[in-house]
């Protein structure tokens, strides 16, 4: 999506997984993102890995109550979680280690996460048996989404994110032949 704007190669971006990738935005009136240009912090004499720190804390600050609410989480729902507490960077969790940590080790094991919408986040252990389906549950969300962010699938040990494969797309009438 990035490659196809005009003015993509001014951001800063992080390739994530899949087709997601995190840049540097910041807010404006009216729940409104805008990707800050490298020209405007390079003209201040602000470095990319000055910038890249302060949006990396800036993130963990902004979600440091979800790591909260992990660490305090007594069960986990049978179809995961969907967080949907930030209308604008909810997608942004991924970007803070400690809150991936925290999901894979309250989870214990691997997590898969979507983003189908920049304000939704939904998030599975994947050794659930309703893992199996989440590719399902993220494309309907995506479909249904206000800001349509991805329909990938990572899958997370914390430190590092693999996309999951997404199957078959159309559906087959008859199955069993496929095998």
Known sequence: YLDSLARSEELLTERVGGDIVAFIAESLPGQVMRGVPRAEWRSAGIGDAAVRRAADDNT??????????VAAIE???????????????????VMVPAVLRGLVERSGGD????????????????????AETFGRRVLQEWREAMNP??????????????VLEHGRRAPSLLPWLND
């Open 60 to 69: 963990a600050t902004r979600f440091s109550r979800v790591l909260e609410r």
């Open 75 to 93: 069960r986990i729902p049978a179809d995961g979680w969907r967080l949907a507490g930030d209308s604008l960077y909810q997608g942004s969790i």
């Open 111 to 130: 997590v898969l996460i979507g983003l189908p919408d920049r304000a939704v986040a939904l998030i599975i252990p994947a050794a659930l048996p309703a």
């Open 149 to 162: 962010c991805s329909r990938e699938v990572l899958r997370t040990d914390g430190a590092s994110f693999a």
